[in-house]
């Protein structure tokens, strides 16, 4: 009886950094810098480089500062709830599949 050939090895699985930056490479760029704003605006106020009143929605504070109206959306001042808005924007934050070859979503017979 003759010796077949060994099998090829599998192939390796990429790592999780590397799934992580295929992913983020692939979000749109609005995605990824809404992200941003919201870490970056965590760190400001974590650090204490501008108070809380500044940026969020207080009353009594925020007709002379009307940009809170536009700030007080991207503020979090707890790790948790800022990991689950990140986690959330960026599983959320993908371009929509429009009929094309890699969609798998299918939303009232089409796909999406």
Same mark, same amino acid.
């Given at each position: 009886?003759?010796?077949? =050939?060994?099998? =090829?090895?599998? =192939?390796?699985?990429?790592?999780?950094?590397?799934?992580?930056?295929?992913?983020?490479?692939?979000? =749109?760029?609005?995605?990824? *810098?809404?992200?941003?704003?919201? #870490?970056?605006? @965590?760190?400001?106020?974590? #650090?204490? *480089?501008?108070?809380?009143? @500044?940026?969020?929605?207080?009353?009594?504070?925020?007709?002379? @500062?009307?940009?809170?109206?536009?700030?007080?959306?991207?503020?979090?001042?707890?790790?948790?709830?800022?990991?689950?808005?990140?986690?959330?924007?960026?599983?959320?934050?993908?371009?929509?599949?429009?009929?094309?070859?890699?969609?798998?979503?299918?939303?009232?017979?089409?796909?999406?």
């Amino acid at each position: 009886m003759a010796d077949l =050939p060994a099998a =090829p090895p599998p =192939p390796a699985r990429p790592s999780v950094a590397a799934r992580i930056s295929a992913l983020v490479a692939s979000l =749109p760029t609005c995605t990824k *810098l809404t992200a941003v704003a919201l #870490v970056v605006l @965590y760190g400001v106020v974590a #650090v204490g *480089l501008v108070s809380v009143e @500044y940026i969020a929605l207080v009353p009594g504070h925020s007709i002379p @500062y009307l940009w809170n109206v536009f700030t007080a959306s991207w503020l979090e001042t707890n790790v948790g709830a800022l990991a689950v808005s990140c986690v959330t924007l960026l599983a959320a934050g993908e371009e929509p599949c429009v009929d094309g070859p890699g969609c798998r979503v299918q939303v009232l017979g089409g796909r999406v």
